[in-house]
């Protein structure tokens, strides 16, 4: 089984400022690695995944991810924020094989501050 | 190309009651996932069908229920409704795994 911890509930940070979301996974086999975004009362949208290849991953809006397999990392950072940025972050991984579901962290709040 | 569509998008019940909810994937998708998120459990995996098979299922009761029809469309019954069933229901479409799952904007269920 799978499993996802994102370190910090709720992050705050001002405009303009660079930011860093946490997430660690844990697994018993290899797995696929994602970000999403929810915005109120939406859907949650891809951000950027890891499958495999290159560790640093860009993804939309300027956000990129490290994958790190010896501390099973996948933190999430932008150089510089915007109020537009405000929303939930969820981390998520899945198996490589056999079962196509995602198990997601609990989420982060970031709010950036004018 | 349109998105993950799932209808209605509010949806108020009361207790005992049961509920369908109904999920149109992207064209092409036959992997359609269901996804119930609230504030104390997150986003928890419910089923998956593809091609009309449920392949994998979470760690929710028999309540919970779903179907795919061969157009790929899915649909989830939750009966004997219980106040904890508040929650908003997401859908998701893919190809299969390690792709993307595009997600639909959620049925938000109320249970009174």
């Known amino acids: 089984a799978q499993s996802v911890t994102q370190l910090d509930s709720q992050v705050p940070v001002f405009e303009e400022a660079p930011v860093e979301l946490r997430c660690n996974y844990s697994?018993?086999?290899?797995?696929?690695l994602f970000w999403y975004v929810q915005y109120p009362n939406q859907g949650l949208q891809l951000l950027l995944k890891?499958?495999?290849?290159?560790?640093l991953v860009k993804g939309i809006n300027g956000f990129e991810a490290e994958f790190n397999k010896s501390q099973t990392s996948f933190h999430l950072r932008k150089p510089s924020v915007h109020i537009s940025d405000t929303a939930e972050y969820f981390c998520?991984?899945?198996?490589?094989?056999?079962?196509?579901?995602?198990?997601f962290g609990t989420g982060t709040r970031l709010t950036v501050i004018p | 190309k349109a998105g993950v569509t799932q209808t209605p998008r509010y949806l108020i019940k009361t207790r005992g009651q049961q509920v369908t909810l109904s999920c149109s994937p992207i064209?092409?998708?036959?992997?359609v996932s269901w996804y119930q998120q609230t504030p104390g459990q997150g986003l928890q995996f419910l089923f998956e069908?593809?091609?009309?098979?449920?392949?994998n299922k979470g760690n929710f009761p028999g309540r919970f229920s779903g179907r795919q029809f061969s157009n790929s469309r899915s649909e989830m019954n939750v009966s004997t409704l219980e106040l904890g069933d508040s929650a908003l229901y997401l859908c998701?479409?893919?190809?299969?795994?390690?792709?993307?799952?595009?997600f639909g904007q959620g049925t938000r269920l109320t249970v009174v």
């Open positions: 998520a991984v899945s198996a490589l094989t056999g079962a196509n579901n995602l198990f």
């Open positions: 064209s092409g998708h036959r992997s």
């Open positions: 697994s018993s086999v290899s797995v696929y």
């Open positions: 998701a479409s893919s190809t299969g795994v390690g792709t993307e799952a595009f």
């Open positions: 890891y499958l495999s290849g290159s560790t």
């Open positions: 069908y593809f091609s009309e098979t449920q392949r």
